[in-house]
């Protein structure tokens, strides 16, 4: 009998359930989830389907970019460790950023402003 040689199958779906994980512990890290979750419900701050914040309002600024480093951080490793551009990471994150997010929280869809 031939023996038949071992495939090895990629699994790029395990790959961004571990950035789904990774997003969840995103969202709920204490030490700057409860000023994020103040500014979203201030409105002073809106999520994109990028896996970013923007500020809504130029007192948000600082905090916007300090959230969005950490981010780009996380992306970056993930996009690396997986091979894949860091906006599909980001994209990813997003999703799943914005399913948790309050109900009134800012979203940018095409440019524009909507209330979740």
Same mark, same amino acid.
């Given at each position: ?14 790959? #961004? ?5 990774? /997003? ?20 002073? #701050?809106? =999520?994109?389907? =990028? ?10 600024? /600082?905090?916007?970019?300090? &959230? ?17 551009? &860091? ?19 800012? &979203? ?9």
């Amino acid at each position: 009998m031939q023996r038949i040689p071992k495939m090895t199958v990629k699994k790029p779906l395990a790959g #961004i359930s571990g950035a789904i994980l990774l /997003a969840l512990t995103l969202c709920a890290t204490p030490a700057w989830a409860d000023a994020l979750d103040d500014l979203r419900a201030s409105g002073a #701050i809106g =999520e994109t389907y =990028e896996g970013y914040v923007v500020a809504r309002e130029a007192g948000a600024q /600082a905090e916007a970019d300090t &959230i969005n480093a950490k981010r780009k951080a996380i992306y970056q490793e993930k996009a690396a460790a997986q091979g894949i551009d &860091i906006e599909q990471v980001g994209k990813v994150y997003a999703a799943e950023i914005i399913r948790k997010v309050p109900a009134g929280t800012w &979203i940018q869809i095409d440019g524009q402003w909507r209330k979740k």
